[in-house]
């Protein structure tokens, strides 16, 4: 059995240090020396002449903290909540309290002098790239439904509110966070819109991340889009909004053959689901003879094929599948074929109807269904 030596185990047994305890929250150990310094969020304990070290209640506390500002709260009252829960005990250093001494200021280790500016103004105080880098100054305040980039995502200045905060909890890897705040957008807005507004300007932020930094953060992108996912497919479920149409003829939703990226027919799907029309999804990557076999089954109203490459965007393919029959003679149905996504370009797509997004798909999909509704069988 391997024995650690001695200064590890110390280590272990007294805690995460700052820069630990920051690349585990997603914010910088500047960030944390800060709400330290201003609010009290510090370690609970400290070892003179020796680095701080984080217990898990310490760990607790500014999870807290972030969850709070992430919502939206003022960091000074986020700070007192995220305090007295995990720290009771611990003297306030909320200046609306002038009864109660603030604890003093621990010395300063090498690297962490900083600039002592004043009280952050704003919602996103607090959470900056995860890099340790000098802390921002005040800056003016966003307006109530947008801001900018969040848990040092690129997000730019003109995204819904519910996107900064998103964003923290991706890069935090704050799983029920992230569940949550998904739900909340969409049962507040609706599900195009937290998509369009929401969803995919975080999604996007990620993906920018990602190749700016060397295939880092690869994990916050995977874990995002698990939970974009499990939120799509749960959307049918927990927000019903329609009965379902009665006779109508399914869509079908298949990625091209050799395209992976299924997350657009995802939400396809969950939209169509809220309108009450029936859907046969199929996902990525769909073998052609697989496609066409369920089309001949289904008999479907329409057929989406998604291409997010010009690589994948086969119009052989779409033409093919337009061109299938069934049904008997003098009856004969044909599918719409809906090619969807950026890899089909104007020549690629001609002769097919095309859809600037979700919401016109949705709408063009839902008038094809109910178009070549079917009358119930007897008996049924």
């Not at 960091?75 to 909320?94: F, I, K, N, Q, S």
């Not at 997000?155 to 996107?163: A, I, K, N, W």
């Not at 003679?329 to 600037?356: E, H, M, Q």
């Amino acid at each position: 059995m391997a024995v650690l030596d001695e200064p590890e185990a110390t280590a272990d047994a007294a805690g995460l240090t700052t820069g630990a305890v920051a690349r585990r929250l997603g914010v910088s150990p500047t960030t944390l020396r800060s709400w330290d310094r201003r609010y009290g969020l510090g370690p609970a304990v400290r070892a003179e002449g020796r680095h701080r070290r984080w217990s898990p209640a310490d760990i607790a506390m500014v999870e807290e903290m972030c969850r709070l500002t992430s919502a939206g709260a003022p960091p000074a009252e986020a700070a007192r909540v995220a305090r007295l829960r995990h720290h009771p005990t611990t003297p306030t250093t909320d200046p609306a309290s002038p009864h109660v001494s603030a604890p003093p200021a621990p010395p300063r280790t090498d690297g962490e002098a900083e600039d002592a500016a004043g009280p952050v103004a704003g919602p996103d105080a607090g959470t900056t790239d995860p890099r340790p880098e000098p802390e921002p100054g005040p800056g003016p305040r966003t307006p109530a439904r947008r801001g900018g980039a969040g848990g040092g995502l690129p997000l730019g200045g003109d995204v819904r509110q519910e996107c900064r905060g998103l964003a923290r909890a991706a890069v935090r890897l704050d799983a029920p966070e992230l569940e949550q705040r998904l739900l909340d957008a969409v049962d507040r807005h609706g599900l195009v819109v937290a998509w369009e507004e929401v969803m995919v300007p975080t999604l996007r932020a990620v993906g920018r991340k990602w190749e700016s930094s060397g295939d880092r953060y690869v994990e916050v992108e995977h874990l995002l889009s698990w939970h974009i996912s499990s939120t799509l497919r749960g959307v049918p479920f927990l927000f019903p909004r329609r009965d379902p149409v009665t006779g109508a003829a399914p869509v079908v939703l298949a990625c091209t053959p050799g395209e992976q990226h299924s997350l657009p027919l995802e939400v396809l799907t969950a939209a169509l689901a809220e309108r009450g029309l029936p859907t046969r999804t199929l996902g990525a990557a769909v073998p052609t003879e697989a496609l066409l076999a369920c089309v001949r089954r289904t008999g479907p109203a329409a057929v989406v094929l998604w291409a997010q490459t010009r690589s994948t965007a086969s119009l052989p393919l779409a033409r093919h599948v337009a061109g299938l029959e069934w049904g008997t003679a003098g009856a004969r149905g044909r599918p719409t074929v809906l090619p969807a996504g950026p890899g089909w370009d104007r020549r690629a797509s001609a002769g097919f109807p095309r859809c600037s997004g979700l919401r016109e798909a949705v709408d063009t999909l839902g008038r094809l269904c109910e178009d070549g509704a079917r009358p119930p069988a007897r008996g049924h």
